[in-house]
């Protein structure tokens, strides 16, 4: 039993190393794109040919690439602050009321979060152009809003199951009316979980894929501008130093 135990225990003590070096390898690969944006050569691969950073100055001239930045921007903004107020809406009466089909209500609210969503992409585009809403950045955002909902429900249902409902009765007590204690007390306690569910759902939002190459028709989110550029590998190079240059531009624009 003791050889056991001091065999778990050395285990235990490389487990850190084993974590290092597991992200290490995870995250090799992503470290070394920023340098083929730098390379002259259009051929993506060791030894480099020779240092440039004429592919940065060539997004200059890409009015394509600054209309799909754009379009992947509104997207993300509206659809996450969608989402986030329905899903602080929908977790709030998880967590306060006790109704009939509770549980059913949460199971189809969390179901985006397990589907496929090649399945909801399809979806999707069949009733758009069933009830002849067509595809374009107002389907895009809603179909975004269906995703990140889950997301949103997950983490105020956590905010809220630690909120003490006390303190709203204690705000009600004081003479203000439901409205005012919800938010002068309940949203400024939840208020971080409600910054974390806008900041994931913009995230997920903005570099989603799959459901904009469906329902973005002639407007193109910068994901779909990114993937139609990549299918030429003379223009690699030039599409890393797009996506390394990403965050600058979101400012610069």
């Known amino acids: 039993?003791?050889?056991?135990?001091?065999?778990?225990?050395?285990?235990?003590?490389?487990?850190?190393?084993?974590?290092?070096?597991?992200?290490?390898f995870l995250?090799?690969?992503?470290?070394?794109?920023?340098?083929?944006?730098?390379?002259?050569?259009?051929?993506?691969?060791?030894p480099l040919t020779?240092?440039?950073?004429?592919?940065?100055?060539?997004l200059s001239g890409e009015a394509a690439l600054f209309g799909a930045l754009q379009n992947s921007l509104i997207?993300?903004?509206?659809?996450?602050?969608?989402?986030?107020?329905?899903?602080t809406l929908i977790a709030r009466a998880l967590a306060k009321y006790?109704?009939?089909?509770?549980?059913?209500t949460q199971t189809i609210v969390m179901i985006p979060l397990v589907m496929p969503e090649i399945i909801i992409a399809i979806s999707l585009l069949i009733l758009f152009l069933g009830i002849g809403l067509g595809t374009s950045l107002f389907t895009v955002v809603l179909s975004h809003v269906l995703i990140t909902i889950p997301f949103c429900?997950?983490?105020?249902?956590?905010?809220?199951?630690?909120?003490?409902?006390?303190?709203?009765?204690?705000?009600?007590?004081?003479?203000?009316?439901?409205?005012g204690a919800l938010r002068r007390v309940t949203l400024q306690v939840v208020a971080p979980?409600?910054?974390?569910?806008?900041?994931?759902?913009?995230?997920?939002?903005f570099d989603e894929?799959?459901?904009?190459?469906?329902?973005?028709?002639?407007?193109?989110?910068?994901p779909i501008y990114i993937w139609s550029q990549v299918r030429f590998p003379a223009k690699l190079p030039n599409v890393i130093a797009r996506f390394m240059a990403r965050p600058f531009t979101i400012s610069w624009n």
């Open 1 to 24: 039993m003791n050889i056991l135990q001091k065999l778990v225990s050395r285990v235990g003590r490389l487990l850190p190393v084993y974590a290092v070096l597991y992200m290490f």
């Open 153 to 179: 429900v997950s983490i105020m249902g956590s905010a809220f199951g630690q909120f003490d409902n006390s303190l709203e009765e204690a705000a009600v007590d004081l003479g203000e009316n439901s409205w």
């Open 98 to 104: 006790r109704y009939p089909f509770r549980k059913t």
């Open 193 to 205: 979980g409600i910054i974390s569910s806008f900041l994931i759902s913009f995230t997920v939002s």
């Open 209 to 222: 894929f799959i459901l904009a190459f469906f329902l973005s028709g002639n407007s193109p989110t910068l």
């Open 50 to 58: 020779g240092f440039t950073t004429k592919w940065y100055v060539s």
């Open 27 to 46: 995250y090799l690969p992503i470290l070394l794109i920023p340098l083929f944006s730098f390379n002259d050569s259009k051929v993506l691969g060791f």
């Open 75 to 87: 997207v993300a903004v509206i659809s996450a602050a969608l989402a986030t107020s329905l899903g």
